[in-house]
């Protein structure tokens, strides 16, 4: 372990570089803090290089001392920021008592070498530069957190995940640019004696949740709107905890993006189910003077205790700001046949086993060919809820329960009730190499309900 002093003096020298109060205090009803960025070594058209590292780090929340995992020592982590095209290099250091690696959620990157290679191991005290380059198309909401088999939820839950943006020229379009954007990543988090509450047996079967919902860590925060939109770029960060989004106003909300994409135009939603690892970004339209309040509410995963309705952030509108239109047309969503499907699967999600097994990283559980497009078909036979996520390649729900789906949306979670069967097309394009499918409860995936995918040339 670092002694108090180390963890201290690498906290102080990112004080200095940063000019952050850390400890830092994490009350109720503060604004809603901006997710700092990581430090930028170099921007150039094309290039991005920054500096990260994993590292403890002390803070209070609700007065309650205590020590977190950390990104740059930011709760949440430090963002990355980027456009599409550009090359990230990423100095990462592990500072951390143990090895941990990171994994670049939904970005579609190749999953080997120095990209989104979730096989790599870096111990304490080492450093890996990571690189890979950004495809154009690829502007959206993403995030990092660790990926190391069997640490995962113990790590995520800790603390280490921040959020990761690309932009693009859509961005640009100007009703989005108009809009005031925040980055909003929400993650729950207890404390027990100053440390992140240790898992418990029955954790691992329902999912470590509890404790206050931390908005950019901060609790219940307000936001004052600088314009009459808000684009909110939602994360969820949570080991297991789902948000059921909505506005108490009972005014919709417009989605524009699942996860890494924009869809083809706004869609109005009473609430919004978002699982673990899922983003969406979402439009809110404020009226003059009136305060709004984006709430969670109840949703029944099948575990014994569920959460109950909860404000997330106050939202209090301009004065001055002028209404301003939701966009109509956003993008065009390529369309996917699925005649063109080359190979249909049968994914079985129970719990900690996918297709009957546990998870094991040298056995190669599914090989599509480079170029396919494949027809998978996730059922949970399991009791209890599953965010079943793919690594690197995203894809496209056809149908749910056998009804087809309405809105085409590029997505890499898809939530399964138990019992539910989904239709997914996934097609296998640009990189060859190994990675995973899992369900995206960290605890589940982390006891094994985890796959190997190996995609051949
Ligand atoms: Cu955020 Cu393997 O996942
Ligand atoms: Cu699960």
């Known amino acids: ?42 921007r150039e058209p094309g290039l991005v290089e920054v500096e990260l590292d994993a590292q ?41 008592p143990e090895a941990t690696n990171l994994h670049f959620h939904g970005l579609h990157i190749p999953p080997t070498g120095t990209a989104d290679n979730i096989w790599l191991h870096i111990p304490p005290d080492e450093r890996f530069t990571y690189e890979f380059t950004i ?32 932009r693009g020229p859509e961005d640009e379009r100007p009703e989005l640019a108009a809009a005031d954007e925040r980055v909003v990543m929400l993650k729950d988090l207890a404390l027990e004696d100053g440390l992140p509450a240790p898992h418990r047996p029955l954790d691992w079967m329902q999912g470590k949740q509890g404790g206050p919902v931390l908005v950019n860590g901060a609790i219940r925060p307000r936001l004052r709107a600088r314009a009459s939109m808000l684009r909110l770029r939602l994360i969820n960060a949570c080991n297991a905890k789902y948000f059921r989004l909505a506005l108490d106003s009972g005014q919709p909300l417009h989605l524009i993006a699942t996860d890494g994409h924009l869809i083809e135009e706004p869609m109005a939603l009473d609430d919004l189910l978002l699982v673990p690892g899922e983003r969406a970004d979402v439009l809110v339209p404020l009226e ?12 029944d995963r099948r575990i014994p205790r569920y959460a109950r309705r909860e404000t997330l952030i106050e939202i209090l509108p301009s004065a001055e700001a002028k209404p301003l239109p939701l966009p109509d047309r956003l993008v065009e969503v390529r369309r996917l046949d699925p005649q063109a499907a080359t190979c249909h699967r049968l994914v079985t999600m129970a719990m900690f086993l996918i297709n009957g097994q ?14 396919d497009l494949e027809l998978w078909e996730v059922a949970n036979v399991g009791t209890m809820d599953h965010p079943f996520h793919i690594h690197t390649w995203y894809f496209q729900v056809l149908s749910r329960n056998g009804r087809p789906e309405t809105t085409r949306a590029w997505r890499d979670m898809v939530n399964l009730r138990p019992g539910d069967r989904v239709e997914l097309l996934v097609p296998f394009g640009s990189y060859s190499g190994k990675s995973v499918y899992h369900c995206h409860v960290a605890e589940h995936g982390d006891k094994g309900m985890m796959a190997t995918l190996e995609v051949v040339t």
Not at 68 to 81: D, H, M, Q, V
Not at 288 to 299: C, N, S
């Open 1 to 42: 372990m670092l002694d108090r002093r180390g963890v201290l003096r690498l906290g102080g020298g990112l004080i200095a570089a940063s000019g952050l109060p850390w400890p830092r205090a994490i009350a109720s009803g503060a604004l809603l803090p901006d997710v700092p960025p990581a430090r930028v070594l170099k």
């Open 56 to 96: 403890v780090q002390d803070a209070s929340i609700r007065g309650e001392a205590g020590r977190l995992w950390t990104y740059g020592g930011s709760f949440p982590g430090r963002a990355l920021e980027a456009r599409e095209g550009d090359t990230v290099r990423l100095h990462f250091a592990n500072r951390l």
């Open 135 to 166: 495809p154009k198309g690829e502007a959206g909401t993403y995030w990092y957190h660790p990926h190391l088999h069997g640490a995962i939820a113990r790590q995520l839950w800790a603390g280490l995940a921040g959020p990761l943006i690309v």
């Open 288 to 299: 003059h003077g009136r305060p709004l309040r984006l709430v969670d509410l109840p949703y």
């Open 358 to 371: 546990p998870f094991n990283p040298d056995r190669i559980d599914t090989t599509p060919r480079l170029d």
